[in-house]
């Protein structure tokens, strides 16, 4: 394995900067959008339930089927890649964002309704801070769900450590199934284990 | 011109057959101490949450300085008023003297004259600020969190207090000195207070005037000894009597 990475480090580099690449792309558009829909979802119990039941469908079909079927639309590549994974993350985002907000200290939230706060000051000065540990958590399974799903994303020429797995799956090499393997795991078990210590400090 | 006016009030809560607040008209004046007695769903709470906007009435109107409060923005309605709940209800991400003055820095007061403002409340509320103002909400005991909550209520110097059962979590002993105290401190103040209950003793002690209330009705609402000399109705005479005869107990045992 190391022989294989000394022989050939631009094989092994090349898809793991890929692949941190497409995870951190795919954080930073779904983040921006769970956010928006949550500010959304908190104005209403409807759009709430709307929001959730319909990424809890997507999060539902099988990624190899969506990527499949966002080809026809936005073709092989990084784009449909970034579009799937981004799905995903809906559901995970805004399911953790809303019962955490919704479910942060009543009483408090009445109080501040009470003292003269606007419903969006309540969300920014109590909600949001109250709430911080389930937004952690929702955030943290977002990065390792996408790091897992990102690897299948080679299927539809997306790159990233997926390459080296279909690559020495298909040539039986077992270094290249070998790094594959233990980068993308290790990637998400090493991500897992640390964000789960900031998010017991918060 | 009354400060708070209730006029044919009626609010009905779409779970329930009949109207939480029946038909209720008062006139409160500037500067009384009005309590409002009750037993739990007699719509107490709810009069109360009608008059900062909590609520909106489904009939007749309540006026706030003469003005009909359905043409204010509640949230300038609510910070003209202060409001204290029974759960207090402290931001627990916040330090005593962030929650005190959480609605000053929305509104973009210079620092030095929130933190005066927060140790001048502290002490008046009888809390030593350089002790008090840089702790959290949970080191302190139920009794401290509610003279906290008091302190927020009065940031903003309003003329009207609202404070919904703000003693009824708390035990007797504290609950009594709080009273007292809260008293002393209103003589200097001077507020207009609204003060809902369900403990008779309370309502009449601290009461000018008391609105008794059962059902969404308003039954009575007179000083207490015009209340305990004629009472309006059979429900408002047996409150009296049970409170009688919880006093005969504590004769009888002495």
Redesign the interface.
């Known amino acids: 394995m190391i022989e294989y990475l000394k022989r050939h480090p631009e094989k092994v580099i090349g898809p793991l900067t890929e692949h941190i690449w497409l995870v951190l792309v795919t954080l930073v558009i779904s983040l921006a959008i769970a956010s928006f829909l949550t500010v959304l979802a908190m104005r209403s119990e409807k759009v709430s339930d709307l929001l959730n039941n319909i990424f809890s469908l997507v999060y539902s079909v099988p990624s190899l089927a969506l990527f499949a079927l966002l080809i026809p639309i936005t073709g092989l590549g990084r784009t449909s890649a970034v579009i799937v994974l981004t799905l995903y993350n809906q559901y995970l985002l805004l399911r953790n964002f809303t019962t955490g907000l919704r479910e942060a200290?009543p009483?408090?939230?009445?109080?501040?309704?009470?003292?003269?706060?606007?419903d969006m000051?309540i969300l920014t000065?109590?909600r949001i801070?109250?709430a911080r540990k389930a937004i952690f958590a929702g955030i943290r399974l977002a990065i390792v769900s996408t790091v897992g799903i990102a690897t299948i994303a080679a299927s539809i020429n997306a790159g990233g450590l997926g390459i080296l797995l279909f690559e020495g799956l298909r040539t039986m090499n077992i270094p290249k199934i070998l790094w594959g393997s233990v980068l993308s795991a290790g990637m998400a078990v090493l991500l897992n284990a640390v964000l789960k210590m900031v998010e017991e400090k918060m | 011109m009354p400060i708070i006016q209730y006029d044919n009030v009626c609010k009905k809560f779409d779970n329930s057959g009949r109207l939480a607040v029946d038909h209720v008209s008062a006139q409160i004046e500037k500067g009384e101490f009005i309590t409002i007695l009750g037993s739990s769903g007699c719509g107490k709470t709810t009069l109360l949450k009608l008059t900062n906007r909590l609520y909106d009435p489904d009939e007749g109107k309540v006026l706030v300085d003469g003005e009909n409060i359905a043409n204010v923005d509640p949230v300038a309605l609510r910070r003209r008023l202060g409001y204290v709940i029974q759960q207090v209800g402290l931001f627990p991400h916040m330090t005593i003297r962030d929650n005190i003055t959480v609605i000053p820095q929305l509104m973009k007061w210079d620092k030095k004259r929130m933190d005066e403002r927060a140790d001048e409340l502290l002490t008046l509320v009888g809390l030593a600020p350089s002790e008090y103002r840089d702790r959290y909400p949970h080191q302190l005991s139920g009794g401290q969190q509610q003279r906290v909550g008091l302190a927020r209520a009065l940031v903003l110097d309003p003329e009207i207090l609202l404070m919904d059962e703000p003693f009824g979590a708390i035990d007797a002993i504290t609950r009594l000195n709080l009273q007292n105290e809260f008293m002393k401190i209103q003589e200097g103040l001077g507020k207009t207070i609204l003060f809902v209950t369900h403990d008779i003793n309370e309502a009449f002690k601290l009461g000018s005037r008391v609105m008794v209330m059962n059902e969404g009705k308003l039954l009575q609402f007179d000083t207490p000894a015009e209340i305990v000399k004629n009472p309006a109705d059979s429900f408002v005479r047996s409150l009296i009597e049970a409170a009688r005869s919880q006093e005969e107990f504590w004769e009888n045992v002495r």
């Open positions: 200290d009483v408090a939230c009445e109080a501040a309704k009470g003292i003269g706060m606007t000051q000065r109590i801070p109250l």
